[in-house]
């Protein structure tokens, strides 16, 4: 079942850019957050979307709130395309699904595509916003339209 507005964030733990570790709680509970799920490192919307985020990262940041991305690419992948698009924020790899599948991320194009879904999280870890759309820009412009109100 997807996590919808009004949910709490489940803790997970899976490896961020560099390889370590992630674990949820050391961000979640404890500061605002913009959670996305986006379907392929370094495809055309996914791009235009992480840079969006990227060019953007300092008003977030200044509104108190972290950004995470997530989607299925190995370490190796999103340290690449963190690289190449001077990504910086967390890149989280989940090449099991299982935050996918925990978040009830929907797949896309009769299952053939990974959802693209973005949640904006509070201070306390609960899901203020869910935003579900293909086009990668929309979820950026989205969230600065709605935290910045």
Do not use: W
């Not at 803790?11 to 850019?17: G, I, N, R």
């Not at 379907?39 to 979307?49: E, G, I, L, M, V």
């Not at 060019?55 to 991305?69: S, T």
């Amino acid at each position: 079942m997807a996590l919808k507005v009004g949910d709490v964030i489940p803790k997970f733990t899976v490896k961020d850019t560099a390889g370590n570790l992630f674990e949820s709680q050391s961000i979640i509970g404890k500061k605002a957050a913009i959670i996305y799920f986006y379907p392929k490192d370094d495809t055309s919307q996914c791009t235009a979307q992480a840079c969006g985020f990227r060019d953007n990262y300092d008003v977030f940041l200044n509104l108190g709130v972290e950004v995470i991305g997530i989607s299925s690419d190995d370490v190796h992948s999103h340290q690449e395309f963190a690289k190449k698009y001077n990504l910086p924020f967390i890149l989280l790899s989940d090449s099991d699904k299982v935050i996918r599948n925990l978040f009830g991320v929907p797949s896309k194009l009769f299952g053939l595509l990974p959802g693209r879904v973005t949640y904006f999280v509070d201070k306390q870890g609960m899901i203020q916003i869910v935003f579900d759309s293909l086009l990668g820009m929309k979820h950026v412009s989205k969230m600065i339209e709605k935290l910045t109100k």
